[in-house]
C-alpha cells in the first residue's frame, strides 16, 4: 500500500456559504476530507491521498481539486495555497500567495 500525504488547501473564497462547505464536505468523503474556514477567513479544506510518491501526491491532489470544485461555489482558479504533508512529515507547500 502507498503512503499517505496529508493536503491542505485554502480557496481565495471569503465568507463561503454552509452549503457550499457542505457541497464541499460530500466531495471529499472518499478522501478522508474535512471542510472549514481558514485563519484568513476564506474556505479551506484538508483531505488524505494515497500515493507511491511526493510527485505522484501532487497531481493527485490538483485532480481531486479540479474535481471538487468549480460547480460548488469554490472555483478551481481560487486556489491559494495547497501544502502537501509527506508521510515523514516534511511538509512542502506546493503554492503560495
Known amino acids: 500500500m502507498s503512503p499517505s500525504f496529508s493536503v491542505y488547501v ?13 457541497a464541499l464536505f460530500e466531495a ?13 477567513g476564506c474556505a479551506s479544506a484538508r483531505f488524505t ?3 507511491p510518491d511526493f510527485t505522484t501526491a ?7 481539486i479540479a ?8 472555483p478551481l482558479d481560487s486556489v491559494m495555497r495547497l501544502h502537501i504533508d509527506s ?6 507547500p506546493i503554492a503560495s500567495s
Open 10 to 22: 485554502e480557496f481565495s473564497t471569503p465568507d463561503a456559504s454552509p452549503d457550499t462547505y457542505e
Open 28 to 40: 471529499l468523503a472518499d478522501v478522508d476530507g474535512s471542510v472549514g474556514p481558514a485563519p484568513s
Open 49 to 51: 491521498v494515497q500515493a
Open 58 to 64: 501532487a497531481s493527485t491532489s490538483l485532480a481531486t
Open 67 to 74: 474535481a471538487v470544485t468549480g460547480t460548488r461555489g469554490v
Open 87 to 92: 508521510p515523514n512529515d516534511q511538509g512542502a
